[in-house]
């Protein structure tokens, strides 16, 4: 038989399980979280930095300040005096290629390269004052070594900033790739030196195409549009590999760099423009040892 009722406990337990209407929360109520500001981290965290690792005496850390000093501070205070130095730098580079060569640019119509930029004659070494070709031509060796003539446009051409080194490139090439920008120096040589940019790709393995560059610079951004279809898959691979950034001394992503903002780093293409150059420089034997 039907029961047309329900026991008070059945209908006890079925209200407990039913929805339950939640306290209205006022406004006044809920107290704001305080945020804190972006970038800054509580007293604690900044202390333990400053502290380091206990006992490991680094005579200078990876990220960019010896021990006990504030990595974000001290590369403030780098970059202040490195942007404050700057012009003297320069200055003194500048001084000492004036010294060594005659820097005026200096063409011959119709004699250009391979897209059309004039090509310089020059730069030509200086001699020193009353001396000539001919004079230093008559003279032995030991008699050129003795009088301390022989042309220091010969001699190895220091780094702008020697005593740091590190990759330098040229503004036509940073006008296009910002991230290569050193706040510490400038690139030293006349633009009308420097080969035409961007350089050609040419193939050999498919000389009737010409230019295959299109007039781009190679980069990451570009290498499946302009180089699918054209080389192996292997070579492919190797050409992402050449177009991918890695940390360097200068361009990294820690607090000892010369670069504005942290870094990925620097790729091979970039100095390397198109397999080619445009005169960037680092601290090596064979251009700026």
Not at 21 to 50: C, F, L, N, S
Request: hydrophobic share 35%; aromatic share 8%; proline share 9%.
């Amino acid at each position: 038989m039907a029961l047309g009722w329900a026991s008070p406990i059945l209908r006890s337990e079925a209200q407990d399980r039913g929805p339950k209407e939640k306290p209205v929360e006022k406004m006044e109520d809920k107290a704001p979280k305080e945020k804190k500001p972006a970038g800054k981290t509580t007293p604690a965290i900044e202390e333990t930095k400053k502290k380091g690792f206990d006992g490991v005496d680094f005579y200078y850390d990876v990220f960019g300040a010896p021990p006990g000093q504030d990595p974000q501070e001290n590369f403030r205070n780098v970059k202040e005096k490195d942007i404050a130095d700057k012009p003297k730098v320069m200055a003194r580079q500048k001084k000492l290629l004036n010294d060594r060569y005659q820097t005026d640019c200096k063409t011959v119509s119709g004699i250009v390269m391979t897209k059309g930029k004039p090509q310089p004659i020059g730069p030509a070494v200086r001699l020193k004052e009353g001396v000539t070709w001919e004079t230093l031509g008559q003279m032995t060796p030991e008699e050129i070594k003795e009088k301390n003539l022989f042309p220091a446009g010969f001699r190895r051409l220091p780094h702008v900033k020697h005593e740091v080194g590190g990759m330098v490139f040229p503004q036509i090439q940073i006008e296009e790739f910002p991230r290569l920008e050193r706040f510490d120096v400038d690139f030293d040589l006349p633009e009308c030196f420097l080969p035409e940019f961007p350089p050609p790709i040419f193939l050999t393995t498919h000389p009737e195409l010409g230019d295959v560059s299109q007039g781009e610079v190679l980069s990451i951004e570009n290498i499946d549009r302009l180089f699918r279809g054209l080389v192996t898959a292997a070579q492919f691979d190797g050409l992402r590999m050449l177009a991918t950034q890695f940390a360097q001394e200068e361009f990294n992503a820690t607090h000892d760099r010369k670069s504005d903002k942290p870094s990925l780093g620097i790729t091979c293409l970039d100095c390397h423009v198109n397999f080619h150059t445009t005169g960037q420089f680092h601290l090596n034997p064979d251009t700026r040892p």
